[in-house]
């Protein structure tokens, strides 16, 4: 019998999220330097599957969305949410304070629902 060595290529150990717990994303910049300062104000919010000390993966509806109520801002704009690899953001998962951190992979689990990882810059 063959003895089969098994690697782990994960830097560090994965956490379950905590119920209820969800992920609110700022806007994209293409640059670090191009992020939001000062208060944070969420664009986007996804579902939390894993976190880990140095980022996480999460499940977000992609498309066209209104960002406010029809109520709150009748005259606002419809805009097209789609996360793609390199984008920057500020980002809070669950409880945390806002993180910086950019877009490293995406997977598309059907149309308009995509999984996406995050690496934590800070």
Same mark, same amino acid.
């Given at each position: 019998?063959?003895?089969?060595?098994?690697?782990?290529?994960?830097? #560090?150990?994965?956490?379950?999220?905590?119920?209820?717990?969800?992920?609110?994303?700022?806007?994209?910049?293409?640059?670090?330097?191009?992020?939001?300062?000062?208060?944070?104000?969420?664009?986007?919010?996804?579902?939390?599957?894993?976190?880990?000390?140095?980022?996480?993966?999460?499940?977000?509806?992609?498309?066209? #969305?209104?960002?406010?109520?029809?109520?709150?801002?009748?005259?606002?704009?419809?805009?097209?949410?789609?996360?793609?690899?390199?984008?920057?953001?500020?980002?809070?998962?669950?409880?945390?304070?806002?993180?910086?951190?950019?877009?490293?992979?995406?997977?598309?689990?059907?149309?308009?629902?995509?999984?996406?990882?995050?690496?934590?810059?800070?």
């Amino acid at each position: 019998m063959e003895d089969r060595v098994v690697l782990n290529r994960r830097r #560090h150990i994965r956490f379950s999220p905590e119920l209820l717990d969800i992920a609110i994303v700022g806007e994209p910049s293409e640059s670090l330097d191009g992020l939001e300062t000062g208060e944070f104000s969420g664009r986007n919010a996804g579902l939390i599957l894993e976190e880990s000390y140095s980022g996480c993966s999460l499940l977000f509806k992609e498309g066209r #969305h209104l960002k406010r109520r029809p109520e709150e801002d009748p005259d606002q704009e419809v805009t097209d949410t789609r996360f793609e690899i390199g984008q920057y953001y500020r980002l809070q998962v669950g409880r945390l304070a806002p993180l910086r951190c950019v877009v490293r992979w995406r997977k598309e689990m059907e149309p308009g629902i995509a999984k996406i990882g995050f690496e934590f810059l800070e």
